[in-house]
């Protein structure tokens, strides 16, 4: 098997068991046409893209860790940071972005306790910051 093709059965993979964890409720959020469309996008992400994507998302999590731990104000720069590159990671596999789905998204972090888990797996409350930190991302400018 050459790098290539195992590159394209972890992205299969990836695609296999976000489907299987979360798939029912995404497509009823989201519709199916954009659920599929996301999923094609991966798909279609580059191996430095693809890279670029998981390591954006170690920063986000390192910097959720470290703010929390400095308890950093979400609106602040470091908050604002985090807010950014979360953005940034989504831009990897959603289709258009919005403010009100990235609210939603960000929403959920905290709504729903497996999320909230992911987030909070080393410091209790990152998936906190990181919705506060998007809500203040999203207002716009006075």
């Known amino acids: 098997m050459t790098d290539r093709e195992k590159f394209e059965g972890l992205k299969e993979e990836i695609i296999q068991e976000n489907e299987k964890q979360y798939g ?6 989201y519709g199916s046409d954009e659920v599929d469309a996301s999923n094609a996008k991966l798909m279609n992400l580059t191996m430095d893209e693809y890279e670029k994507m998981q390591e954006t998302g170690k920063e986000i999590n390192r910097l959720l860790e470290e703010a929390v731990e400095k308890k950093a104000d979400p609106s602040g720069d470091l908050g604002q940071k985090i807010a950014r590159l979360h953005k940034e990671w989504l831009s990897f596999t959603w289709t258009h972005y919005s403010k009100k ?4 998204l960000a929403e959920m972090y905290v709504a729903d306790e497996r999320f909230t888990a992911y987030y909070d797996q080393n410091v209790k409350g990152c998936a906190r910051f990181l919705r506060d930190a998007v809500r203040a991302f999203i207002q716009p400018e006075n």
Not at 24 to 29: L, P
Not at 101 to 104: I, M, S
């Open 24 to 29: 029912e409720e995404i497509r009823q959020s």
């Open 101 to 104: 789905a990235h609210c939603g």
